[in-house]
């Protein structure tokens, strides 16, 4: 075990499967298999789920995994927004980018609902078994291991305690950042798209339109409104890099460009009143070599970073974990988790990472490249145009988006 005195635990706790990182993908999972009665804990680092700037947007595929298990209805109860198609506003004319209304499947539409609603939501049916457990507020700082077998974890509480919990599988769900990915020598290969976003917030006025999403691109900025109910959410794309020199030349500088870009939000744009209120995504596209080792599987963004092209990263990390369950039901239940079981779940998942990747790339160095470019009048590229313009092809982009190329379904729900 990697510990030295002062990291001695006070405490010891064995579960069959020991999920590190609360987010869509670890809940996912912890939830499918305390279904399955799988005695599972969930730890997380934060004491709640309610985090600015993580994705709102529920996916075709993930509403159809929850309407397996029952769980659509409920969701859908909850207030929620519907995102029915994408459109880019650009030198006056509108072209719709892709229709989801227009896919006859169960679910024709993006729900958007606050992510902590979501994870709210899911944990409160977990909660509902009782082999399951989650603990917060605990952060996972080392791994233990036995013979080259990875058997639990070491986390600290609030309060600076050390804790370990053995577990016959260890799943490290803990994000783009994560520390059990490190600790596991894990290395991700990464490639930098030529962007970055900043988020922010602003407000909406009763007389604003209502519409899910809107992309607007003017004079090489490149920016998107997202409606959260109260407010909008502003993505402001920058080219990679470009952060610092923004900065430097203030606020007034991103105001004016806002109010370009997107003429109907420039009367407000006083409400950014300081960089605080700016979160800065530095975007990046990776993908884990081994998403394994023996004891140890990583999912989701720790496995993977997507792009934000289309908005898939929660989809992707839920569709990994219906992969997991379905792969590791059966044998958590026995304790005869096998090093073939996880490589099983990479091959099932890794080429629609790779593909959706691809795409994103695609998309990020022939159209957002293009977009920022600030002395060229921007028009889509002529694949995209005819890709948008012939019948049977122009669902691609939809389907793409609400699927992926191979969605995970939920094995025996
Ligand atoms: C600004 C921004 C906007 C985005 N918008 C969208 C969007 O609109 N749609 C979309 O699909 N995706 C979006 N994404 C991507 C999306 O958030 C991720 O792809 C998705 O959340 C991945 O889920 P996950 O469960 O793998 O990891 P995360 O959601 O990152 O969850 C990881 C969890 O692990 C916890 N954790 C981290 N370290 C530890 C530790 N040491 N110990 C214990 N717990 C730990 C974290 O607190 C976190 O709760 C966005 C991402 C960003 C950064």
């Known amino acids: 075990m990697n510990s030295s005195d002062s990291e001695t635990p006070m405490d010891f706790r064995k579960t069959s499967c020991c999920i590190v990182g609360g987010g869509p993908g670890g809940v996912f999972l912890a939830l499918l298999l305390a279904r399955k009665g799988v005695d599972v804990t969930l730890l997380e680092?934060?004491?709640d789920f309610d985090r600015d700037f993580r994705?709102?947007?529920?996916?075709?595929?993930?509403?159809?995994?929850l309407n397996q298990i029952g769980?659509?209805?409920?969701?859908?109860?909850?207030?929620h927004g519907k995102l029915n198609s994408l459109q880019l506003h650009s030198g006056g004319t509108t072209t719709t980018l892709a229709t989801f209304s227009r896919l006859r499947i169960p679910f024709p539409y993006i729900m958007i609902l606050p992510q902590s609603h979501f994870l709210e939501y899911l944990i409160k049916e977990a909660e509902k078994y009782p082999t399951f457990h989650r603990i917060m507020g605990a952060n996972v700082q080392r791994l233990v291991q036995k013979e080259g077998v990875i058997n639990g974890v070491l986390y600290r509480s609030q309060d600076g305690v050390w804790h370990q919990v053995t577990a016959g599988l260890t799943i490290g769900a803990d994000g783009r950042f994560s520390k059990v990915r490190t600790l596991a020598d894990l290395e991700p290969i990464r490639s930098h798209p030529p962007m970055d976003v900043l988020w922010f917030r602003l407000p909406k006025k009763a007389n604003d339109f209502h519409d899910q999403l809107r992309f607007y691109v003017e004079g090489g900025l490149f920016s998107f409104a997202i409606d959260r109910g109260a407010e909008w959410q502003v993505g402001f794309v920058l080219l990679k890099g470009s952060f610092a020199e923004l900065k430097s030349a203030g606020l007034d500088t991103l105001r004016g460009k806002l109010g370009k870009v997107i003429p109907w939000l420039a009367d407000r744009t006083d409400a950014l009143g300081d960089w605080k209120q700016v979160a800065v995504l530095s975007v990046e596209s990776s993908i884990v070599k081994k998403w394994h080792k023996p004891g140890l599987l990583l999912i989701g963004d720790s496995a993977h970073v997507m792009s934000p092209v289309g908005g898939v990263g929660?989809?992707?990390?839920?569709?990994?974990?219906?992969e997991a369950a379905n792969v590791l039901s059966e044998p958590l239940k026995k304790g005869s988790v096998t090093e073939m079981d996880l490589a099983e779940i990479q091959k099932r998942r890794e080429p629609s990472v790779k593909a959706i990747q691809k795409f994103q790339g695609?998309?990020?160095?022939?159209?957002i490249q293009l977009a920022l470019k600030p002395n060229q009048p921007f028009q889509l590229p002529w694949f995209a145009r005819l890709l948008l313009s012939v019948p049977i092809?122009?669902?691609?982009?939809?389907?793409?988006?609400?699927y992926g190329t191979n969605p995970a379904r939920i094995q025996n729900p």
């Open 45 to 47: 680092l934060h004491d």
């Open 55 to 65: 994705g709102d947007t529920i996916h075709p595929s993930t509403l159809e995994a």
């Open 71 to 79: 769980l659509a209805e409920g969701l859908l109860r909850l207030p």
């Open 314 to 322: 929660i989809s992707y990390a839920i569709q990994d974990a219906i």
């Open 362 to 367: 695609f998309i990020q160095d022939r159209v």
């Open 393 to 402: 092809l122009r669902n691609i982009p939809a389907k793409m988006i609400a």
